[in-house]
């Protein structure tokens, strides 16, 4: 099993900046890809990254150039920094995993992030 634990959401202003946590626990040594997603009420759950076992990393179109996913092998811990936030990012954030074989999904519990105009 992993077990994930997100922290750092908040509310700020348009045009500042947030970093996510996702603490990850149990079978580490399982994970083969580690994402960040986000839903805004009354919409569809979205995806916004994505990094691999092997550091390669991916963003939705609406975050690129300005999210980065990055990780601390030693602390278990996958990160989201969001640099120039809109209001359009106001949503609940998502962290999720897929590990082992056959392959499985864990999700955290969710953080809110909201940005004022």
């Known amino acids: 099993q992993v077990q994930l634990v997100e922290s750092g959401g908040g509310l700020v202003q348009a045009g500042g900046s947030l970093r996510l946590s996702c603490a990850a626990s149990g079978s580490i040594e399982s994970i083969n890809t580690m994402r960040w997603y986000r839903q805004a009420p009354g919409k569809l759950r979205e995806w916004v990254a994505v990094?691999?076992?092997?550091?390669?990393?991916s963003y939705a179109d609406s975050v690129k150039g300005r999210f980065t996913i990055s990780r601390d092998n030693a602390k278990n811990t996958v990160f989201l920094q969001m640099n120039s936030l809109k209001p359009e990012d106001t949503a609940v954030y998502y962290c999720?995993?897929?590990?082992?074989?056959?392959?499985?999904?864990?999700w955290g519990q969710g953080t809110q992030v909201t940005v004022s105009s």
């Open positions: 999720n995993a897929y590990w082992g074989v056959p392959q499985r999904a864990s």
């Open positions: 990094i691999t076992r092997g550091n390669s990393t």
